[in-house]
């Protein structure tokens, strides 16, 4: 079965409003975890590493300010895009590395629309 | 150059035959590979991870891996429509980082 989940799954919104996306570890404590974005059509790209307890580590390129992660528990961490416009709509993704292993488990992605 | 390459496609492949992937990528310091299945509208899931120089076995699927030749590739033995899908290739780099390659997207035909 599934052991990350995203929600919500799918959503639209007006250009300039908030939108928060949360991904949980249902089976595992997760220490770190990673945001990824893909547009149409490309393969994923890394914007951040959540590290549980502290700030995230941002991709060059991502605005920190802009794609706001809080990593607060073991099992839960939320992005939000702040003042979001119709160029970042795009399919974004949580993984994490569970504890003792070599794999990445990623939730099933989140399609942002903004109108 | 890009990190991670990959033939985009399609590459179409009849039912029952062998669907090959390659992947070049030009980080030598890593040790860990991935392949990973990508379903129009929905995420990666992982098919087959690789360290060792040589071949990896698991099902239909076979990686092949040649460190010296920064190569590692994906063969999908007797394939099914329903491997018809975006193969990405991966390597972690520094942090547990994952590099993805752009994809091959594979189209088997009945």
């Known amino acids: 079965g599934a052991v990350v989940s995203q929600h919500p799954s799918r959503v639209i919104c007006k250009s300039g409003t908030s939108v928060k996306i949360e991904c949980r570890s249902l089976?595992?404590?997760?220490?770190?975890m990673f945001w990824y974005r893909q547009f149409p059509k490309q393969s994923l790209m890394l914007m951040a590493t959540s590290n549980e307890g502290s700030k995230a580590t941002y991709e060059q390129g991502v605005e920190k300010d802009k794609f706001l992660i809080n990593h607060a528990s073991l099992t839960l961490s939320t992005l939000t895009v702040t003042s979001a416009h119709p160029e970042d709509s795009s399919f974004y993704i949580c993984s994490f590395i569970a504890a003792h292993t070599d794999t990445q488990y990623f939730g099933p992605g989140t399609r942002l629309t903004v109108l | 150059q890009k990190e991670v390459e990959q033939n985009s496609g399609p590459l179409s492949v009849p039912e029952g035959a062998i669907a090959s992937l390659n992947c070049t990528y030009s980080d030598r310091v890593s040790q860990s590979f991935f392949w990973y299945r990508q379903y129009s509208g929905k995420s990666p899931e992982l098919i087959m991870s690789?360290?060792?120089?040589g071949d990896k076995e698991d099902g239909r699927f076979t990686a092949q891996l040649n460190k010296a030749s920064q190569y590692v590739s994906l063969l999908i033995r007797d394939s099914q429509p329903s491997d018809s899908a975006t193969y990405l290739c991966?390597?972690?780099?520094?942090?547990?980082?994952?590099?993805f390659g752009g994809g091959t997207r594979v189209l088997v035909k009945p």
């Open positions: 991966a390597f972690k780099a520094a942090g547990n980082k994952l590099t």
């Open positions: 690789i360290y060792s120089n």
């Open positions: 089976d595992f404590q997760a220490t770190t």
